[in-house]
């Protein structure tokens, strides 16, 4: 009996819509188990329950309740399943779900969210934005939808820092990263600002160093990856030290045996750990932490759950001369009425080498030479019946799209310079205008132009009688320095920013980006290279470790 009294003292039992409504009101982290009548609550679980609740001693801040979904119009939607399910609910708002008794994951949940409720407790973080779950009938049409998107999908965000970029070390990391069988969901380039440093390193806020931390990470372009673990398990690793998971494992052994899943049973590396193996944490910092990891996807990826459902592919093709001729503007009508972006596009007249590598898949038919001469002639006029092949070519593979798109479109990289009258709020605007545009912002940072920096961008200028006037416009405040890379950029990026006068943009350009954020003919909002030695020329001064891939352009 004196067990049973403790096991009630432990969870309080919830079997009403106003028992619910009243739990509700607790302060503080209250852990709800919901159970079916017909089976109970979990019994595996409570051995862990009642023993965080021992060690973490903190009575007003948390709390255990059992909820019978039966009797209960809010929990209608978990009725009838089979497997336990573990809501967390801050201070009335239902901010977690977790399915199973994944007692690991319970039990790093709860120890981060009690952790955060003491820190705004001491006044020492502000309390997150979560968003609440809604509860939703898994037999209504998009029910399902809802109620999977829990926090069963693990999501780390990774931080590739500005030393790593500039060093282009990123593309590794990336690769080494998808090798392990994580997966990359969705990613970004950015400047940090200081107070989004601040949020994100907030657990080393107290290192003596940490104000040049926030200067170095604030300096420069860094990638942001949100990362998936993918469903490929890792070899398990060595025995560790007993730590609270392996214990909370012994704790429901039994129960395991109906509701364990592979990722269970075998320990996988976390990212963080995988990329301390390989050599690489130094230039890529993660965070793991669910509830911080959910604020940070919020705030940097505010429309993920759409996003990263969004896969792009890019593709190859190519129309041959008899198609181009007759029937070109009909085929760029059928490509973008199914859907398709055309993002670059040009006239070419093959050389037989290209043709050759092209037409591989015939170089053993007769035709094969009569199809390599047709093929490098632009002016030729001949019936498109006349040769058994397709008109049209594709990449046959994402493999061979990459590879063939940057033979066709070689990547060229420009300066661009957004100017210092240029608010936080219009440079979001152009960024997103030149991502529109297919530019890839390959670096990045944040500096003011004093003289002799200035002299690095504008060095054609130097002895103009106006050179002066600019140099006092530049000092005004930081100026955002961007490398901009796609093909044909230089010329493209020039299309985009508009001519120099933006009353004269607004008038032939208007769309540009100087008729939208130009004043005047020195605040005309931004800059960029003429041509590309000018480009060139800049981009290996501001950043120096910059090594161009293609430095002869197109």
Known sequence: MAGKKREIQLQAVVNSQSLWDEMLQNKGLTVIDVYQAWCGPCKAMQTLFRKLKNELNEDELLHFVVAEADNIVTLQPFRDQCEPIFLFSVNGKIIAKINGANAPLVNQKII?????????????????????????????????????????????????????????????????????????????????????????????????????????MTSGLSHILVISQGNEEQPALGETESDPETEAKEIYEDHLAMVTTPMMRKKRDSLEEYLER????????????????????????PDFKNMKNLKLEKILALLRPALFQEKKEDVLKIIEDEGF????????????????????????E??????????????????????????????????AAEREIRYFFPPQSTLALLKPHVTQEQREEILKLIREAGFEITQMKEMLLNEEEAGKIYSKIKGKDFYQD??????????????????????????????????????????????????????????????????????????????PENPEGN
């Open 341 to 364: 972006k055309i993002l670059m596009q040009r006239q070419i007249v093959l050389s037989e080498e290209e043709a050759q590598t092209l037409c591989k898949e015939y170089e053993n």
């Open 366 to 399: 007769d035709y094969f030479g009569n199809l390599i001469e047709k093929m490098t002639s632009l002016c030729v006029r001949f019936a498109m019946e006349e040769l058994p092949i397709n008109q049209l070519y594709g990449s046959d593979s994402l493999e």
């Open 112 to 216: 981060n969210l009690v952790n955060e409720e003491k820190k705004i407790a001491a006044g020492e973080l502000v309390r997150p934005q979560y968003h609440e779950i809604v509860f939703v009938d898994p037999d209504a049409d998009d029910g399902g939808e809802v109620l999977n998107e829990s926090v069963n999908q693990l999501y780390s965000i990774a931080i590739i820092k500005p030393d790593a970029v500039i060093n282009r070390k990123s593309l590794e990391i990336k690769q080494k990263i998808i090798k392990a069988g994580f997966v990359i969901e969705i990613e970004d380039k950015r400047v940090f600002t200081e107070q989004q440093v601040r949020d994100f390193y907030h657990r080393i806020a107290h290192q003596p160093d940490f104000e040049d931390f926030v200067l170095f």
């Open 470 to 547: 600019v140099l006092e416009m530049l000092s005004e405040g930081p100026s955002l320095v961007m490398v901009l890379t796609k093909w044909n950029a230089v010329s493209d990026w020039r299309q985009l920013i508009g001519p120099v006068e933006p009353d004269e943009a607004k008038l032939l350009s208007p769309d540009s980006i100087r008729a939208k954020f130009g004043r005047s003919v020195l605040k005309n909002a931004v800059h960029g290279s003429s041509n590309t030695y000018e480009a060139m020329e800049s981009i290996t001064r501001i950043f120096e470790e910059f090594g």
């Open 278 to 301: 390989q050599h690489i944490s130094q230039f890529c910092d993660v965070e793991e932490n669910i509830t911080d990891v959910n604020r940070f996807i919020d705030m940097f990826f």
